[in-house]
């Protein structure tokens, strides 16, 4: 149990596009979800954070107006980079937590990532 | 915000042995505490985990330790297995309320066979 998706795994743009990223909880519903990115061989940075149905909380340095959230769903959150660039190439990782104690709500359960190359 | 720091960022051990690593945090509200293990291109994989109110667990190889006065906490890996190479992060979670995790920067634990 406890499985979130990320849709696509890969993906390759040009410069100026805009990518969407899904991220799905797929067994259970996920009251907030987290937005992380990893630049190779570094951390994980914690982007934003969205609560289903309201706006999302951004982290500082991170432009909401580029990277647009939306968790329209208990089950569903979108992230869209928009007019995506080289320094964009990334690996995205969304995460979900449940408020059900029963589904151990201490914990964020990850999506596998999604590789965005811009070129 | 919360300051982690992971010590080492690398670290090489003989297949058998023991390898620890240590996670400091600034927060003293913190109150959850896990360990992840990367590996390469993949999702980060909760490994163990340990409350405010729990000293240590335990989990077959695998233990955390906690020192909440001393604010860190230590991950230990007993009879390593080259299966274990991986990149291992702490993620404290602030007691904010935000359900936040602050990552680590990392270790990159090499077993040698």
């Known amino acids: 149990g406890a499985v979130v998706s990320q849709h696509p795994s890969w993906v390759i743009c040009k410069s100026g596009t805009s990518v969407k990223i899904e991220c799905r909880s797929l067994d259970f519903q996920a009251t907030t979800m987290f937005w992380y990115r990893q630049f190779p061989k570094q951390s994980l940075m914690l982007m934003a954070t969205?609560?289903?149905?309201?706006?999302?909380?951004?982290e500082q340095g991170v432009e909401k107006d580029k990277f647009l959230i939306n968790h329209a769903s208990l089950t569903l959150s979108t992230l869209t980079v928009t007019s995506a660039h080289p320094e964009d190439s990334s690996f995205y990782i969304c995460s979900a937590r449940t408020n059900l104690v029963s589904r151990g709500r201490n914990e964020q359960f990850f999506g596998p990532g999604t590789r965005l190359t811009v070129l | 915000g919360e300051n982690v720091e992971q010590h080492p960022s690398t670290l090489s051990v003989q297949e058998g042995d023991s390898a620890v690593i240590k996670c400091t945090y600034s927060d003293s509200a913190s109150n959850y505490f896990p360990w992840y293990k990367q590996e390469l291109g993949k999702r980060p994989q909760l490994i163990i985990d340990i409350r405010s109110n729990v000293g240590e667990k335990k989990d077959q190889r695998i233990a955390v330790t906690l020192n909440k006065t001393a604010k860190h906490f230590s991950l230990h890996i007993t009879e390593t297995q080259p299966e274990d190479s991986a990149v291992y992060f702490c993620?404290?979670?602030?007691?904010?309320?935000?359900?936040?995790?602050?990552f680590g920067k990392g270790t990159k634990l090499s077993v040698i066979p």
């Open positions: 993620a404290p979670r602030s007691g904010a309320g935000s359900y936040q995790l602050t």
């Open positions: 969205s609560n289903e149905g309201s706006k999302a909380t951004y």
